[in-house]
Each structure stands twice: as C-alpha cells, then as structure tokens.
C-alpha cells in the first residue's frame, strides 16, 4: 500500500510541470474499457460543474456599473481615466475554469482501471 502511495505522489508531482494530460496506454480488456468510460464520464461532469461555477463568479465580478457611477461623478480627467481604468479589476481570477483538478482525477481514475503511462520523450 505505501508503494502505490509512493507511486501516485510521483505521478502527482511529474503532472504539476504539466500542462497536459501524459500520454497513456489504455486498458483493451472490456472491463477496463468500461472503467475508463466512467472516469471519462466522471470528467466531463467536473469540467461542466467548474465552467458553471467560473460563469458564475464572471458574473458577479461585474462592476461596469459601478466604473460608470465613478465616471459620472468624475470632476476632471484624470479622475475620469482612473475610474476607467477600474473597469479591468472587475476580472476576477475566480471566473477561469480551471479543469487541472477534473483531468488529475481523471488520470488517476484511469491508472486505477489499468492504464499505463507512456513514456513521455
């Protein structure tokens, strides 16, 4: 059990300097073919669970309203383009998905299922 704990921190750490999903060698058994479709699965609830919570956090970080309040009581130029320049604060990091979590998870579910990684050079 410690081993495959071992095992899984080493493929956790060579993931974080990843920016995609290694190459893998899936199972071909019917069985592993089927786990591997309920992590696919699995993922693609994740991905459309983080993309709602992102479009809702983008929502809500909109203060176009309150840029414009700003600029019409703006009493010169320089406080005009201050307020102005508020209009890109109103990103917030929260509205970008990020499916880091949902593919990890993924990787991890398919290694469960059999699947091998590849080497990656």
């Known amino acids: ?5 071992i095992g899984l921190a080493l493929v956790l750490m060579a993931l974080a300097g990843c920016a ?3 190459r893998l060698l899936m199972p071909t058994s019917p069985e592993g073919m089927a786990c591997v479709a309920a992590c696919d699965a699995v993922r693609s609830r994740c ?9 809702g ?13 700003c600029v019409d009581r703006a009493v010169d130029d320089r406080t005009m383009l201050a307020c102005q320049a508020k209009q890109n604060t109103g990103f917030c990091p929260d509205s970008v998905a990020d499916h880091t979590p949902c593919n990890e998870e993924r990787l991890m579910c398919a290694l ?5 990684m ?4």
């Open 1 to 5: 059990m410690r081993t495959i704990r």
């Open 20 to 22: 995609s999903e290694p």
């Open 47 to 55: 991905i459309t669970s983080e993309n709602f919570r992102a479009q």
């Open 57 to 69: 956090a983008a929502s809500g970080c909109d203060n176009s309203h309150e840029v414009q309040t």
């Open 112 to 116: 469960r299922c059999g699947a091998r």
């Open 118 to 121: 590849l080497d990656t050079e």
